[in-house]
């Protein structure tokens, strides 16, 4: 091993090992942190800032010259009694309900299911793998093209199972029905998520466990609610946990796919804030908006957290 | 089956229930498989193919598709043909013979570029801060630590659009709007925090026993970084920056937001394919391809790793 590090010490570059030589592990340490925060100040933490301050304004990027006046909490005040944000947080919980249900139950499922090791598991989880890896803004552009009624893919689908025409209902065109596009295309996409997740947690389960509950001859049932459901409870709450934070900041794909439409009915919080924002170019009002949904889930999430610590604990 | 009905471990279930299994799982497959399989058979359709009603599996394959992708070509009147000379190249030829004729490249390769300039520019710096910072709450006590490491995880949880807000008006300011070394930038800032998360779960997987023994004989703590830990980490490294360049090329908020053409890259681009009366189908479905064949070599070297980067590392198997 001595000749290895003279060799490698032979081998540092001079100036290098001169000048960083005698560093201390301190200054080290310090070193090699300050580039990623430094970074992370300034294009995270000061443009938060200046959206704060900005909250407080009635600025509007599109008039850089106009007078720039403090309205105090006048915008968080119009923003909490404006039915339209209402709205569209209201869309928003209906969408990250929903998808984070289906992705639950099928993602779970699934695992369940690959868990038994059937041959060929490892190729097809592979293959159901693959949505999730997709760009949400290029998934949610051409899913446009497969649920266009009568030339899409899906229509024909689900004309071919049930019989229905398939020009007979439309999913992104139709108010009832364009809420369940952007959850079913979700649930498309993410559902390998949770299932890569739970199978982890099915694999981290210990096989004793399942032959001391086989030795007192507990029923699958039993064995699914008394040792399965708990031991992958905190990987379930993990998956739930990042899911809803995506979710809830979605933009991309339901951009792409309805733009918030037909009308307002898939119009979700971010994309609230992109037409405040970059539309009618309220900027004052949307970095208001934008602070309140950063707090919401910057809040939650770390409620959750000690939520999820705790589980973890038991 | 004859598979005798005594004694099944749990661990090995019994090769009915793996029957039942794996025709459920291949069934959930193959269908979640369709949408993608269409896209790319989508691609080598002719635009009339690719909206005929009702939909068509059998059709005779074209590139037509690809080729629109990659020129921009208008129409003109069968005179104004007739007095051309004939078509130098089969893709001329193709073109000719839909009445139009090809006015240039299009847009797809530069945006193409872009994608893979900002990608690998912004990965690469991700990785190399994210490395020494990990290497750093790996090994040494930084004090607050912890909140450090929140603060840098908490980042993620904005909304991209309201971070874009400050962005748009920082860049302006700058000059960095729709500029490649801008969007280098933020997107090296969003990935750091995940290659700090990542990348201190493969440092703290080093034993630390390696670089102790190394400073034992002679080395300083900064030839033990780069002599010892470095080549240990190379695994992690790499997965690493294949989560970084896989968020940086499937971006869209921040690119639709704050680039307009000189630095935009393939995402913002690709809705906007336009053909003769709306999107040109077979050719978004051919700049869907190529822009995801990338990412299914990639899916396919990163499955060990996958879980812990799609995790941020709090699953680890």
Redesign the interface.
């Known amino acids: 091993?001595?000749t290895?590090?003279?060799r490698?010490?032979a081998r540092?570059p001079r100036r290098?090992?001169l000048r960083?030589?005698?560093?201390s592990?301190?200054a080290?340490?310090?070193?090699?942190?300050t580039?990623?925060?430094l970074?992370?100040l300034?294009?995270?933490?000061?443009?938060?800032l200046?959206?704060i301050q900005?909250s407080f304004t009635n600025y509007r990027?599109n008039r850089p010259n106009a007078v720039l006046r403090y309205v105090g909490l006048d915008n968080y005040r119009d923003i909490l009694t404006d039915p339209e944000v209402w709205h569209a947080m209201q869309t928003t919980a209906h969408f990250v309900l929903w998808s984070i249900a289906l992705e639950l139950v099928?993602g779970f499922g699934?695992a369940l299911?690959?868990n038994?090791?059937?041959?060929?598991?490892s190729f097809?989880t592979?293959?159901?793998?693959?949505?999730?890896?997709?760009?949400?803004?290029?998934v949610g552009?051409?899913?446009t093209?497969?649920l266009q009624p009568?030339?899409?893919?899906f229509n024909?689908?689900i004309a071919l199972v049930t019989g229905v025409d398939?020009s007979s209902f439309q999913m992104i065109g139709d108010v009832r029905l364009a809420p369940w596009a952007i959850i079913m295309v979700d649930t498309?996409m993410w559902?390998?998520?949770v299932m890569?997740?739970c199978l982890?947690g099915l694999?981290?389960i210990p096989?004793y466990i399942?032959?001391a509950?086989?030795v007192d001859r507990a029923s699958a049932l039993r064995q699914f609610w008394s040792i399965t459901l708990p031991m992958v409870m905190p990987?379930l709450m993990?998956a739930i946990l990042?899911r809803a934070?995506e979710n809830?900041?979605m933009?991309?794909m339901v951009?792409?796919l309805t733009s918030g439409g037909p009308g307002s009915t898939t119009e979700v919080?971010?994309i609230t804030?992109?037409r405040e924002?970059?539309e009618k170019w309220r900027?004052g009002y949307?970095?208001a908006l934008?602070?309140i949904?950063?707090v919401t889930?910057?809040g939650a999430?770390n409620i959750y957290v000690k939520a999820l610590n705790r589980v973890k604990q038991r | 089956m004859n598979t005798p009905v005594t004694a099944h471990?749990?661990?090995e279930?019994s090769s009915r229930?793996?029957?039942i299994?794996?025709v459920?799982?291949?069934t959930?497959?193959v269908i979640?498989?369709?949408?993608?399989l269409?896209?790319f058979l989508?691609g080598f359709k002719t635009p009339p193919d690719?909206?005929?009603?009702?939909?068509r599996i059998l059709f005779e394959p074209s590139v037509e598709g690809y080729v629109n992708l990659f020129t921009t070509r208008s129409r003109q009147t069968p005179e104004f043909l007739a007095s051309l000379p004939p078509p130098q190249t089969w893709y001329e030829r193709l073109v000719r013979s839909r009445n139009m004729v090809i006015g240039g490249p299009s847009k797809v390769v530069p945006r193409f570029l872009n994608s893979m300039i900002i990608g690998f520019g912004s990965t690469f710096l991700a990785v190399c801060?994210?490395t020494?910072?990990a290497?750093?709450?790996s090994?040494?006590r930084?004090p607050l630590a912890d909140d450090?490491l929140f603060?840098?995880l908490?980042?993620r949880?904005?909304?991209?659009?309201?971070?874009?807000?400050?962005?748009?008006?920082?860049f302006r300011h700058l000059g960095l709007s729709d500029t490649k070394l801008g969007m280098i930038?933020?997107y090296?800032?969003v990935n750091?925090?995940l290659a700090?998360w990542l990348l201190k779960g493969f440092m703290d997987e080093i034993p630390r026993e390696y670089e102790e023994?190394?400073m034992v004989?002679?080395?300083?703590?900064?030839?033990a970084f780069?002599?010892v830990v470095l080549p240990q980490a190379t695994t992690g490294i790499a997965a690493t920056a294949i989560f970084c360049l896989?968020f940086a090329?499937?971006?869209?908020?921040f690119a639709?937001?704050l680039t307009s053409g000189e630095a935009q890259t393939?995402?913002?681009f690709?809705?906007f394919i336009i053909g003769e009366g709306g999107?040109d189908?077979p050719a978004?479905?051919a700049a869907?391809t190529i822009?995801?064949i990338p990412?299914?070599c990639?899916?396919?070297l990163l499955?060990r790793h996958?879980?812990r980067g799609?995790?941020f590392g709090?699953?680890r198997?």
């Open positions: 091993m001595s290895l590090a003279e490698a010490v540092t290098l090992a960083f030589g005698g560093m592990d301190k080290i340490a310090w070193l090699f942190i580039p990623s925060v970074l992370l300034a294009i995270n933490i000061f443009p938060l200046w959206t900005l990027a099928l699934l299911l690959i038994r090791r059937f041959r060929g598991h097809w592979t293959v159901i793998l693959l949505p999730m890896m997709l760009s949400p803004a290029v552009n051409f899913w093209f497969l009568q030339i899409g893919l024909s689908g398939p498309w559902t390998p998520y890569l997740i982890a694999r981290s096989d399942y032959e509950a086989e990987f993990l990042f934070i809830f900041k933009f991309d951009n792409l919080a971010s804030l992109k924002a970059f900027t949307s970095s934008a602070i949904l950063f889930v910057f999430a | 471990s749990v661990a279930p229930s793996k029957l299994a794996s459920l799982v291949v959930y497959a979640t498989i369709l949408p993608l269409w896209i989508t690719s909206i005929a009603y009702p939909p801060f994210g020494i910072a290497y750093a709450f090994r040494f930084v450090l603060f840098i908490s980042t949880m904005m909304p991209p659009i309201a971070v874009a807000i400050p962005i748009y008006l920082m930038l933020l090296t800032a750091v925090s700090v023994a190394a004989d002679g080395y300083t703590r900064l030839q780069f002599k896989i090329w499937n971006e869209y908020a639709v937001l393939m995402p913002p690709i809705p999107q189908w978004v479905a869907t822009f995801f990412i299914l990639f899916t396919i499955r996958l879980l799609i995790t709090a699953v198997k």
